[in-house]
């Protein structure tokens, strides 16, 4: 069974992680979501501190829509205004959480979406290390067979599999890192 999960745009920028978590649902391990104002919100964050990157963003934008047709998330925007959360802002992600029926909402901003909230929507914000982990004991070969294609996909840099590491753990993974240096040798 594959779990369904919405992307926060926390975790869509930065790129590394984006790329990361986007690997993992290559493999069928997690079926990504995300809505065009998570996609707008990661955008327009990323342009407000690298203007330059406008054309890099709109290749990424199309290679998402590309290998992820079924991910953009819909019919939700009646669900926001009957959503409370500590951040009224974050109510969109929520909502779109609940219509692309997903078990967790993947995102850095735990306080913004309290469990004592989702729990009645069916649905558990996770950090992406805990999300990852998850992931892992759910099916650890599909995620180390995931994470050698994604580092052998990095050609500009290449990486060797201690330098791919150390960018997990600086994009927050650092649980994540610990359990794949035990498996150095098939990534």
């Given at each position: 069974m594959t779990i369904r999960a919405v992307y926060d745009a926390c975790v869509l920028y930065p790129a590394p992680l984006r790329d990361f978590l986007l690997s993992l649902a290559k493999t069928k391990a997690v079926f990504p979501f995300w809505s065009?104002?998570?996609r707008d919100e990661w955008i327009r964050n990323l342009l407000r501190k690298r203007p330059n990157l406008e054309e890099r963003q709109k290749r990424t934008r199309r290679e998402m829509d590309i290998h992820f047709p079924n991910s953009?998330?819909?019919g939700y925007e009646s669900l926001i205004s009957t959503?409370?959360?500590p951040d009224p802002n974050d109510?969109?992600?929520l909502a779109a959480a609940?219509?692309?029926n997903a078990e967790y909402i993947v995102t850095f901003n735990l306080k913004d979406f309290p469990q004592t909230i989702l729990q009645s929507h069916g649905v558990e914000a996770m950090l992406p290390d805990e999300f990852v982990?998850?992931?892992i004991q759910a099916n650890p070969n599909r995620v180390i067979e995931a994470v050698k294609n994604h580092r052998l996909r990095l050609?500009?840099?290449q990486k060797t599999v201690a330098e791919y590491l150390a960018t997990l753990e600086r994009q927050g993974l650092p649980k994540t890192a610990a359990f794949l240096r035990k498996h150095e040798d098939n990534i």
């Open positions: 065009e104002e998570i953009l998330v819909c959503l409370q959360l109510r969109h992600v609940i219509q692309a982990m998850r992931l050609v500009r840099p």
